[in-house]
């Protein structure tokens, strides 16, 4: 009863509003097709029409609003709301360049959506149209080219091309563009355009063929002489104009003269210039005319042959000492010798104050200054001056006495460095080791912070004076130097630990004395041990080679076993035998001990000769006179009482 009261009410409420559904599950989208026709790719100015079909599943004969959305890659382009069941169009009449792109149809219907898949339009075939207002020009004479795409829309970007070679232009938002072309070039030029609107491209344009004709003035260039021209020569040159034809000019021309990149001259319609001719300066000329925009040159070629070469600057010997003769020669090696001699050439040094003193032609003879110097020479011919390259002369300085030393200790029987030096000198120098005059190796110090380091090792002290060094830097004799002189360290041996009093003699309250001694070279650093202690006793150092430990008031606690160890600078620890020291007790202990047994003693006899004494005068003695035992009494002269035998 109550599903046929709602289908009931359904149909009532459907009656009233046509087109809606109260139930939405009545109703499905199948489906939605895009379709492009007459085709995906299509010529330019073809109508296009972008058909949208949807089918469209749902119950009942009622009408359903639908909205369609086209789009052209993600930008909506076309909207539109139906009521009907037929196809939605979007039309594109004419289609152009800018309707290239990827479509697609998005349908709603009471909220649901679908939307088809995208489809690819081509619009091929465009071509833009372009225009010239001119197509014979002037060499330097100016092309208005206008390239139009007519019917398109958008951001364009124009390119032009001038004998294929692409001009790209900036973006315009202009369907035309207008550019302007200066051909410096005499001959056919072809002219042509193309556009590009986003990703696409059109094709390219009409081909226009420009005609560049010469203008009818061009420069003239005279040199004289133009062949067989030397250094010294004079030069004659002129820069004129030629008319081709009579014309009028808008402008005056400007006349140019130009050798290498040195201007020499301006005029207007002549200009003349003389100078003398250089081998080392280019030899290349220019005539250049300049009229309105129009440049144009004419240029020559004028070898100029070398009178002489650039003299060069030698010096012997090659190294130099200081105060040393020293040779320069200043020479030419070669020269034209159809025009001058070698005696036509003269040779002179500068700075002019030089010290040196010319000695033949292009020789010059002194001695080497202290500092380094600089000389340049000169070589001179019919007004032709040529210089050398600037010779730096570094005067050497001769190596001074070397100084002899060592590197940290000197410890018998390990190695040991020897340093060799001299303050002054220039590099290289070679330092030799000698010993006893003996030759032992040779180092060669090259660089300003480089040492001359030997490593030998001794086996006797006086082994130390023997060495020597020597220096030389290729000057002169060698410079010897003194003899080595440094402390040798003796490494230390057999250390002994004698005590006092002897070992036999050692009592309570005596002082002790643990005496170190060692043999090697001072200072010596004694330490003394009790064994089972890691710390030391005492530490001393001196320069001696022996010193003691001192040990007040003994007592029994000092009893033990003692060592010592000694080190010098030649860090080998040379440790003593052990010795046991047994503390005796003092000698009054002694002597109170053995009175105190002597009163003991003494005492105990007395007490026994008492003891005994008072026994016998307690015994009954017997009376030879009356036959009869009687009792001891302390009184000698008087019996007690007779005692019972």
Not at 304 to 332: G, H, Y
Not at 574 to 597: F, N
Request: charged share 20%.
């Amino acid at each position: 009863m109550g599903l046929l009261l709602l289908l009931t009410s359904s149909l009532l409420f459907n009656s009233f509003y046509p087109g809606i559904l109260v139930d939405a599950g009545l109703l499905n989208i199948k489906n939605i097709l895009l379709f492009i026709e007459p085709s995906t790719s299509v010529a330019w100015d073809t109508n296009v029409t972008v058909r949208c079909k949807a089918t469209i599943i749902h119950s009942g004969t009622e009408m359903l609003s639908r909205e369609y959305t086209i789009y052209k890659g993600r930008r909506e382009v076309y909207t539109k709301t139906s009521s009907t069941s037929e196809d939605m169009m979007y039309l594109l009449p004419g289609a152009r360049l800018s309707n290239t792109g990827r479509y697609k149809c998005k349908i709603n219907i009471e909220g649901k959506e679908m939307t088809s898949e995208a489809t690819q339009l081509t619009v091929r075939g465009m071509k833009p149209i372009l225009h010239l207002d001119k197509d014979v020009v002037n060499e330097q004479h100016d092309v208005t080219a206008t390239c139009r795409a007519p019917g398109e829309t958008g951001s364009f970007y124009f390119y032009f091309y001038e004998d294929s070679i692409e001009i790209p232009e900036d973006p315009v938002n202009s369907n035309q563009l207008e550019a302007t072309f200066r051909f410096s070039r005499i001959g056919i030029h072809n002219l042509s355009c193309a556009y590009r609107i986003q990703n696409f491209r059109s094709e390219e344009s009409n081909i226009i063929s420009v005609s560049v004709k010469e203008f009818p003035i061009t420069p003239v260039l005279e040199i004289l002489p133009q062949s067989e021209v030397y250094e010294g020569d004079q030069l004659n040159i002129s820069c004129t104009i030629r008319m081709l034809l009579n014309i009028s000019v808008s402008s005056p021309p400007d006349l140019y003269l130009v050798q290498g990149t040195r201007a020499l001259s301006s005029g207007l319609t002549k200009v003349n210039h003389s100078m003398v001719a250089l081998a080392e300066d280019p030899g290349d000329f220019e005539c250049k005319l300049e009229i309105g925009h129009v440049i144009k040159v004419t240029t020559k070629m004028v070898p100029v042959t070398e009178l002489f070469s650039a003299p060069t600057l030698t010096m012997s010997p090659a190294e130099v000492f200081q105060e040393d003769n020293m040779t320069l020669t200043c020479k030419s090696e070669n020269y034209a010798s159809e025009r001058i001699t070698r005696e036509d050439l003269t040779y002179t040094l500068e700075p002019p104050d030089s010290t040196l003193t010319p000695v033949t032609p292009g020789v010059f003879s002194g001695r080497a200054l202290q500092l380094s110097f600089t000389h340049t020479c000169v070589a001179q011919a019919k007004g032709i001056m040529k210089h050398s390259n600037t010779l730096t002369v570094y005067p050497k300085v001769s190596v001074s006495i070397p100084k002899i030393s060592v590197v940290g200790r000197v410890v018998l029987g390990q190695p040991l460095q020897i340093l060799c030096q001299s303050d002054t000198g220039s590099l290289p120098i070679n330092y030799t080791l000698l010993c006893d005059n003996d030759k032992l190796s040779t180092t060669t110090v090259r660089l300003p912070r480089q040492e001359a380091l030997f490593t030998v090792t001794i086996v006797r002290p006086e082994e130390i004076n023997k060495y020597m060094c020597e220096a030389s830097n290729n000057h002169r004799k060698a410079q010897l130097s003194n003899r080595l002189n440094a402390a040798v360290i003796v490494p230390l041996t057999r250390t002994t630990l004698t005590v006092l009093p002897s070992l036999t003699e050692i009592s309570e309250g005596d002082d002790l004395y643990l005496i170190c001694g060692t043999n090697g070279s001072p200072p010596v650093t004694f330490k003394w041990y009790r064994d089972g202690d890691k710390q030391p006793l005492f530490t001393n150092i001196t320069d001696q080679n022996n010193t003691h430990y001192k040990v007040s008031q003994l007592s029994k606690e000092h009893s033990g076993t003692y060592y010592c160890e000694a080190i010098n600078h030649a860090n080998k620890v040379v440790r003593s035998e052990k010795v046991t020291i047994e503390v005796r007790m003092a000698l009054w202990k002694k002597a109170v001990i053995g009175g105190v047994g002597v009163v003991v003693v003494s005492l105990l006899v007395l007490a026994c000769v008492l003891y005994c004494k008072s026994k016998r005068d307690e015994m009954p003695i017997y009376d030879g006179m009356d036959g009869k035992y009687h009792q001891w009494s302390s009184n000698r002269s008087i019996y007690s009482v007779p005692a019972t035998v």
